[in-house]
């Protein structure tokens, strides 16, 4: 599975956008990029997956870049709630192992 | 509710013990991730099952185990425990390993004294 690159921390204010960027330099052809996010000691939560295409859902919007080597995740009007840390996973659609691997991801803050 | 059911919620138990952590997965799904989450370690998967089959393993210590029975429901076994093992596992469950829509329990901390 291709490694991802996130920054470790960032900061919204509440009714903005939120912009969380995700490298994935070395995805291949066949891999979606997965986003994730974990509230305080709560389980993760799976938000939107997409492949080259951009995606939108009820919670989301996910940016691919046409090179497919960095994605952005938006969240279009965060609210205090959206506080959590944000993990950009890569890998195939289907997988023998079917694990997903977690990095350290994005711990964005929504601040009053 | 995710409808992942992890029990029990809480665990405190003393070093050298064994304990047995559950997992009912979402009705439907057939396969169960174990996930250990501990303070100063992000989220470490551990072991996979798929209908009733190990299907992948993880970073899991040979003190810990797991298996799936036929209703499908899930039990982590976690044996001879050292203050280290105390940490948050989750249980995740997914139809047929597909990476998206995973669903997580709200898991069960455990303390270790």
């Known amino acids: 599975d291709a490694k991802t690159t996130q920054p470790p921390s960032m900061d919204c204010a509440e009714g903005r956008a939120a912009n969380l960027p995700c490298n994935h330099s070395?995805?291949?052809?066949?891999?979606?990029v997965y986003w994730y996010r974990q509230i305080h000691s709560q389980g993760p939560q799976y938000i939107i997956h997409g492949l080259k295409n951009n995606e939108t859902n009820e919670m989301a919007s996910l940016i691919i870049t046409e090179d497919r080597k960095s994605s952005t995740l938006i969240l279009p009007h965060a609210t205090l709630r959206d506080t959590a840390v944000y993990y950009c996973i890569v890998r195939g659609i289907y997988n023998q192992g079917g694990k997903l691997i977690f990095g350290q991801g994005t711990e964005l803050s929504v601040k009053p | 509710d995710s409808g992942v059911t992890q029990t029990p919620k809480h665990l405190i138990t003393a070093t050298g013990q064994r304990v047995t952590l559950r997992c009912s997965p979402r009705?439907?799904?057939?396969?169960v991730y174990w996930y250990q989450q501990s303070l100063d370690q992000g989220l470490q998967f551990l072991i996979q099952y798929y209908n009733g089959e190990e299907r992948a393993k993880g970073n899991i210590l040979e003190r810990f185990s797991a298996q799936q029975f036929p209703d499908l429901h899930s039990e982590l076994n976690l044996s001879s425990l050292e203050l280290g093992d105390s940490a948050l596992y989750f249980c995740?469950?997914?139809?047929?390993?597909?990476?998206?829509?995973?669903?997580f329990g709200s898991g069960t901390r455990l303390t270790v004294v």
């Open positions: 070395t995805i291949s052809g066949n891999e979606y």
């Open positions: 009705s439907g799904d057939l396969s």
């Open positions: 995740a469950s997914s139809e047929s390993g597909v990476a998206y829509g995973y669903t």
